[in-house]
Structures are given as C-alpha cells and as structure tokens.
C-alpha cells in the first residue's frame, strides 16, 4: 500500500514558477515508478511526468517538455515536480500517483496503482 499526498500548489503569474511535493507512506515507494498527471476543468486527466524507480530515467509530455523537471528522494519518500515558465495552460488539479508495477506504458494513467488527493494550480495571465 501506499499513500500519497501532494503539496505545494497555488497561484502563479504566467512565467512563473512553482515546486510540487508528494510525500509518500508505505515500503514500496522505492520500487515504484512515481509519476504526476492533472486535470483541467472539462478536460480528461492527462500525463505530465514519470520517473522510473531508479530515478534514472524521466519522461515528460511534449507540452512541458523542456520547462518541468521531475525528481525523487527515496531517503524522504518523496517525489517533486518544479515548474518553470508557467503558462495558463498549465492550470490544473495535480496528481501524483505511483505504478506499483511498471511496464513501458508510462502515461497510461490506468497503469498507476494510487493517487494523491491533488494539489491546485492556478497560473493568471
């Protein structure tokens, strides 16, 4: 089991930039693949980033490509995303989840086995 909670959302001008937290609980946090999607209103919840248990390997959509970074602590049981150049756009409900057992479909939200409650971000133009 794990248990997730998401941290460190909020109002940002556009160009701005934030840092989630996602403080997991429970000892298989170190062998999951950690990954953060979010929802708009209307609009189906989509993938943003993933990064494998080893922390090695990142994965990003195309559309934050370049202005997110993901980033884990096994030490904290924690994983961030920091956001740079924030666009409108990029308002949303974020979510971390974790895939318990991973396999090459990263972005496929079914494959992730817990969620986070979310956190708001709000970027204003």
């Known amino acids: 089991q794990v248990q997730l909670v998401e941290s460190g959302g909020g109002l940002v001008q556009a160009g701005g930039s934030l840092r989630l937290s996602c403080a997991a609980s429970?000892?298989?946090?170190?062998?999951?693949?950690m990954g953060w999607f979010r929802q708009a209103p209307g609009k189906e919840r989509e993938f943003v980033a993933a990064?494998?248990?080893?922390?090695?390997?990142?994965y990003y959509a195309e559309s934050v490509k370049g202005r997110f970074t993901i980033s884990r602590n096994d030490a904290k049981n924690t994983v961030y995303l920091q956001m740079n150049s924030l666009k409108p756009e990029d308002t949303a409900v974020y979510y971390c989840a974790a895939d318990e057992y991973p396999t090459d479909r990263v972005g496929i939200r079914s494959e992730y086995d817990y969620w986070g409650q979310g956190t708001q971000v709000t970027v204003s133009s």
């Open positions: 429970g000892r298989t946090f170190s062998s999951a693949r």
């Open positions: 990064i494998s248990k080893s922390g090695s390997v990142t």
